[in-house]
């Protein structure tokens, strides 16, 4: 299960509609080994695309050592689907190579009639789906 505060979900939500039409990317950073999300971290759409999301590689490499400066690690990778459902694409599991991390997806699209939007959480490990519960807490 994923557990988040309304604040970081609130944050991720706004991102992914402020981007919209293009996908929106981004991590939620934790304390290594904690397993909690708790460093807000929106990245820029390098591919700038309604329908993939790439991280740039030099901002890429920029977080990551921010993060092992900080002893921190990705525990949450989002991005958007504006015009599909909040599931992993071939491509996002192909890309998925953090096993520990929660992959959110947040949908811009009114997909099915599930709404303005959806917010689901997946674990993408060795190219196996797992969808997760999401438990949004006022604080932890």
Not at 63 to 90: C, F, K, N
Not at 114 to 126: C, M, P, T
């Amino acid at each position: 299960m994923l557990t988040l505060t309304q604040e970081l979900y609130d944050q991720i939500v706004e991102h992914s509609r402020k981007d919209h039409p293009d996908e929106a990317c981004g991590v939620v950073a934790g304390p290594a080994g904690s397993g909690r999300p708790e460093r807000f971290i929106p990245m820029l759409n390098a591919a700038r695309s309604p329908t993939f999301y790439e991280f740039d590689s030099a901002d890429l490499l920029r977080l990551y050592r921010e993060m092992d400066d900080r002893d921190e690690e990705p525990v949450i990778i989002y991005h958007s689907h504006t015009a599909t459902e909040a599931y992993p694409s071939r491509t996002d599991i192909t890309y998925a190579n953090e096993p520990d991390a929660h992959y959110v997806l947040v949908s811009t699209a009114d997909s099915e009639g599930a709404g303005e939007f959806q917010f689901r959480s997946y674990r993408i490990v060795d190219g196996v789906v797992t969808e997760e519960e999401v438990q949004v807490v006022a604080a932890y």
